[in-house]
């Protein structure tokens, strides 16, 4: 599986971007789906998850209701929509693929680890 980050920019704080991850596979519905950022100098973090089924969501509290992470299986792509941007915000944000629902059941989406596949990487700056 190939992944395909696109979507950074640089946008002023209050503002709005959409991130997409486009994945080659045949199989890309049954993958648990997840981005993560890593802002300069800070080790990469969740950020957000969605089940195979777009079930279940999941967010890291710093974008808690800000942040909806979405997928088109038919198009093989996975969305982060980003509203309210923060200055804090700014880093480089990662799409990431696990072929497997087991960190799903077993609440481990949140660990780097779990993922097999990663994106390379789209930068977002907010400008303050």
């Known amino acids: 599986v190939q992944l395909q980050a696109s979507g950074g920019g640089l946008v002023q704080a209050g503002g709005s971007l959409r991130l997409s991850c486009a994945a080659s596979g045949r199989t890309f519905s049954s993958y648990l789906l997840g981005w993560f950022r890593q802002a300069p100098g800070k080790e990469r973090e969740f950020v957000a998850a969605?089940?195979?089924?777009?079930?279940?969501?999941y967010y890291a509290d710093s974008v808690k209701g800000r942040f909806t992470i979405s997928r088109d299986n038919a198009k093989n792509t996975v969305y982060l929509q980003m509203i309210s941007l923060k200055p804090e915000d700014t880093a480089v944000y990662y799409c990431a693929a696990v072929g497997s629902n087991i960190p799903y059941y077993s609440g481990s989406y949140y660990r780097q680890s779990v993922y097999d596949y990663w994106g390379q990487g789209t930068q977002v700056t907010v400008s303050s």
């Open positions: 969605i089940s195979w089924r777009s079930v279940s969501t």
